[in-house]
T-cell receptor, first 114, second 116 residues
Framework: GAGVSQSPSNKVTEKGKDVELRCDPISGHTALYWYRQSLGQGLEFLIYFQGNSAPDKSGLPSDRFSAERTGGSVSTLTIQRTQQEDSAVYLC????????????FGPGTRLTVT | AQKVTQAQTEISVVEKEDVTLDCVYETRDTTYYLFWYKQPPSGELVFLIRRNSFDEQNEISGRYSWNFQKSTSSFNFTITASQVVDSAVYFCALSEADNYGQNFVFGPGTRLSVLP
């Protein structure tokens, strides 16, 4: 079956522009996670969804970041007024549920803000 | 708060050597889950194993083995007879049953380089 997909795979944008990153989870997976990974660094948790609800938004770095999930499936991470420090790989993962289930990761979107 | 420590930032071994990657966790919960993931140079994280807090049996899968010890809050990963293809960053992760918020915490990762 299909794994987690993310689009675009690469995005170069100018400072100050808005960007949207998309994640298509594995069919039937109710939980969806967003992480950020800077070059050579670990995973920084951003937000997770259980269904369409996001119980914890505390990981979002600033109010320029927002995310939504519709129909319990596709999720979009939006970054407004991008800054150079937003440059990173944004990873999406999905799982059958939270806590006890392993996450399956997508290939990521590499965002470069110039 | 839950926490995962991977004290080894980078490890280099020569092919066919055995190598152990350490993972130490902190949690107040009695029910929790531990995971290992591999991130090869291609970038995509791959799930390796899941363990729950009630199952301390060690696990072996081919050249991979995992040692879970609640007494020392450790979940170490050993690769036997390492190969160049094992070169990757390995992440340990912890998930707690009673944490409503960020219930999945990753360690900082250990970069393993296996030299031919």
């Amino acid at each position: 079956g299909a794994g987690v997909s993310q689009s675009p795979s690469n995005k170069v944008t100018e400072k100050g522009k808005d960007v949207e990153l998309r994640c298509d989870p594995i069919s039937g997976h109710t939980a969806l996670y967003w992480y950020r990974q800077s070059l050579g660094q670990g995973l920084e948790f951003l937000i997770y969804f259980q269904g369409n609800s996001a119980p914890d938004k505390s990981g979002l770095p600033s109010d320029r970041f927002s995310a939504e999930r519709t129909g319990g499936s596709v999720s979009t991470l939006t970054i407004q007024r991008t800054q150079q420090e937003d440059s990173a790989v944004y990873l999406c993962a999905s799982s059958l549920g939270t806590v006890s289930y392993e996450q399956y990761f997508g290939p990521g979107t590499r965002l470069t803000v110039t | 708060a839950q926490k995962v420590t991977q004290a080894q930032t980078e490890i280099s071994v020569v092919e066919k050597e055995d190598v152990t990657l350490d993972c130490v966790y902190e949690t107040r919960d009695t029910t929790y889950y531990l995971f290992w993931y591999k991130q090869p140079p291609s970038g995509e994280l791959v799930f390796l194993i899941r363990r729950n807090s009630f199952d301390e049996q060690n696990e072996i899968s081919g050249r991979y083995s995992w040692n879970f010890q609640k007494s020392t809050s450790s979940f170490n990963f050993t690769i036997t007879a390492s190969q160049v293809v094992d070169s990757a960053v390995y992440f340990c992760a912890l998930s707690e049953a009673d944490n409503y918020g960020q219930n999945f915490v990753f360690g900082p990762g250990t970069r393993l380089s296996v030299l031919p």
